[in-house]
């Protein structure tokens, strides 16, 4: 019996197949990178569309492109000529209620964050206002802003409709916005 192994029948060994394997391990790896990093790079999932998120949009930008004198008028007397204002809303409902489009809404009602952005200084000491608010989508928007202190729940409900109240008092800003707010605030400091 032989040992020896006849080399004229073995097959050669196809090396260009296995570092094509390689290769395309290789691309998908990073396109699967690159989709978890756009992803946390834009804050995470873009929230879809919906009337709901439009309005707590248009809400937030309402409040950012207030004057110092309308943020005052509103309730928001502390802010600074030097901040620059940053806002985040949440849509507790609408008038009218059947409405499908921006455009049919004329009353928002909701809660919102406002942040003041100031040179040196840092989120944990910015002046930040929060709370539940209505607005009325007029030239020029009315905002109704609850300030709190002694006979805040009264505020509260005279702004706010009674099927929304119960989650007026106790919104809070979804986490996913609270990033976003804070890297805005972070890039207007």
Same mark, same amino acid.
């Given at each position: 019996m032989s040992t020896? %192994?006849?080399?004229?029948?073995?097959? $050669?060994?196809?090396? *260009?197949?296995?570092?094509?394997?390689?290769? +395309?391990? %290789?691309?998908?790896? &990073?396109?699967l990178v690159a989709v978890v990093l756009r992803?946390? +790079?834009s804050g995470g999932t873009a929230e879809p569309p919906t009337l709901h998120n439009q309005l707590a949009d248009q809400v937030a930008a309402i409040l950012e492109q207030s004057t110092t004198t309308e943020h005052h008028a509103h309730g928001h007397g502390e802010v600074?000529? &030097? *901040? =620059? %204002? %940053?806002?985040e809303a949440e849509t507790l409902g609408f008038d009218p209620p059947g409405a499908a489009t921006l455009a049919e809404v004329k009353t928002f009602y909701g809660y919102h964050l406002c942040a003041v952005a100031e040179k040196d200084r840092p989120w944990d000491f910015a002046v930040k206002l929060? *709370? /539940?608010?209505?607005?009325?989508?007029?030239? $020029? $928007?009315?905002?109704?802003? &609850?300030? +709190? *202190?002694?006979?805040? /729940?009264?505020r509260v409900?005279?702004?706010? /409709?009674? @099927?929304? @109240?119960?989650?007026?008092? =106790? &919104?809070?800003?979804? $986490?996913e916005d609270m990033r976003d707010l804070r890297s805005r605030f972070e890039d207007a400091a």
């Open positions: 020896a %192994v006849d080399t004229a029948t073995q097959r $050669p060994r196809r090396r *260009g197949h296995t570092r094509w394997i390689a290769v +395309g391990v %290789v691309v998908l790896t &990073a396109v992803g946390i +790079g600074a000529e &030097a *901040g =620059k %204002v %940053v806002c929060s *709370g /539940p608010l209505s607005v009325q989508f007029a030239q $020029p $928007p009315v905002i109704r802003v &609850a300030e +709190g *202190g002694e006979g805040y /729940p009264e409900r005279q702004i706010i /409709p009674a @099927q929304y @109240q119960e989650q007026a008092f =106790k &919104a809070l800003i979804d $986490p």
